[in-house]
Structures are given as C-alpha cells and as structure tokens.
C-alpha cells in the first residue's frame, strides 16, 4: 500500500516529495519534532504535543507557517490516509532551506514534513523490563528544545545496544539527568524522584502525566536530580516515554551495576497511565 506523507500543507504520496539538499535540517540539524502515539486510529495528547512543538520553535526563532490546531487536522489526516490503528506520527519542521550558512534568517519560511508508521507498544517490556546502561550524557546544554541534534542521544542508543541493553541512562558528572530517548525515575522509600524540567532534559509528555497521576495517587513526588549512586539504591527504576509508556529497569549495566525488582509504584503508574490513555484517546476528534 502506498504510504501517505506530509509536505508542508499537503498530505500526498512519498513518492511525490523531494527535499532540498540545501534543507537546514539536513546541513545544520537545525530543526523540531514531535512523536505522537496513536491508539485505536486516535492520537494520545495530541495538544500537549504540539504545546511543545510551539514552545521549541519559539526557542530557536523558528515561525510556525500555520496554527497549532492545523497541525491537529494534518496529524489525523495522516493518520485517516495511512489506515493506522496503532503507532506514531511524526512530525517534523526545519528552518527551511537556502544557501548553506551559519548564521540563520529570522522570519523565513519553514518547511514541514511527517509520516506515519504502524508500531505496537512495547508489551513486553513493560511486563518484564529491561536492562539500561549508565554512561555519560555528552549531549548539547539545551536538551529542553526536541530539536533534531540527536546525535549524543543516538551514540548511547548504540553503546546501550552493543551491551545488550535497550536504552542508556545518562549522567553529567555523577548526576543521572534521562536516558537517550526517555526520561528516568526512581522510588526510594515510597518517594517518586526525576530530574527537574530544566534545560538538561526534555520534559517529556509521558513525564508530565506520571507526575500528575503521582499526585492523584498521594505518591509523593521529588522533582530533583539524583545521583548515580542513590541510582543503584533505588528501589525501584523505570523509564518513561511516548513509545516506551511506563517500561520498568531491572538491571543496570556500565558506569555502575546494579539489579532491581519491579516494585508497586511502577505497576500502579503503568496501570494508571494506561487508564488516562484510553479515556484522552476516546476524547480526541
């Protein structure tokens, strides 16, 4: 089946689309993204997505070429087009393309571009866990903007990969800050603690509803760094993102070693969170 993309304003066939090779994305990373999450043809917090897609563009002085709630309509339509039950969306808006230069325009045109792609939740990681790897964070100082520089998060996906691990917890110095492509949370004595939502990390939207459902649920909650070693006395560990969900850390390989239980704070937010998916999933038009 022919797969249906986004470009600019128009969703068409792939086949139709070509991007400049002077695109700035291309040359410099120097663009946004959001992934949004699709459950049963619906798209889950799709306004908090684009919320922050607004908020990064804003931070780079990039000019959104239409509104948010256009956005809203191309990401249904892509999903309506390409027939996706579950997955994501993706989608993506660079500085636009010119003679290759440093130094950027302010007020140029941006150019837009999305797909979609079927993809199940990760089921059984998030019943059985999975093994990370402690390494050092070597990423960029504004880990707040989703911006294209993935490049610090992509080696660790890779050397978490090569041990056998499926994601990478990072550190600056001693100080866990998320793993490459998810936030990270730990429970010590009941006590929920992550990293607060400053420019090291990317307050992730999976991250903003565990931290809401912790408050439904009295879970007392820290929003404060932890350091790798109240890392390997936790008792408890577990990563959060929009693919990932809430997905348990068993075991910790690299820069320390160190094996964990699933505990009952970790059960109840997957429990709870997935019951927010399905409810604000329902809601969306």
């Not at 663009?31 to 780079?60: C, D």
Request: aromatic share 8%.
């Amino acid at each position: 089946m022919e797969q249906y993309v986004l470009y600019n304003e128009t969703v068409t066939e792939r086949t139709n689309v070509k991007i400049d090779m002077e695109d700035r994305g291309y040359l410099f990373g120097d663009g946004i993204y959001e992934v949004v999450f699709v459950y049963n043809q619906k798209p889950f917090a799709l306004k908090e997505h684009f919320t922050r897609f607004e908020q990064s563009a804003a931070k780079l002085e990039m000019k959104m070429p239409y509104s948010v709630e256009r956005f809203y309509e191309l990401t249904h339509e892509l999903i309506t087009k390409n027939s996706l039950e579950h997955g994501i969306v993706y989608i993506q808006m660079t500085r636009g393309s010119g003679p290759r230069n440093h130094l950027y325009e302010r007020n140029v045109d941006c150019a837009v571009t999305g797909f979609a792609r079927q993809m199940q939740p990760p089921a059984e990681d998030k019943k059985n866990g999975i093994a990370v790897l402690l390494t050092e964070d070597i990423r960029w100082l504004r880990c707040d903007i989703k911006s294209l520089n993935l490049l610090g998060n992509t080696m660790a996906k890779r050397k978490a990969a090569d041990s056998e691990c499926a994601e990478a917890i990072l550190h600056r110095n001693g100080t866990c800050t998320e793993g490459s492509s998810s936030n990270v949370f730990i429970v010590k004595n009941n006590v929920l603690r992550t990293h607060p939502a400053n420019n090291f990390i990317l307050n992730g939207i999976t991250r903003q509803f565990i931290l809401k459902i912790a408050e439904e649920q009295n879970i007392t909650v820290r929003e404060e760094a932890f350091t790798t070693s109240e890392l390997k006395e936790a008792d408890e560990v577990f990563i959060s993102s929009t693919a990932q969900e809430v997905t348990p850390v068993i075991s910790v390989k690299g820069d320390i070693e160190q094996i964990f239980e699933i505990g009952p704070v970790t059960r109840l937010l997957q429990e709870k969170l997935k019951e927010k998916i399905n409810k604000l999933s329902e809601k969306s038009k």
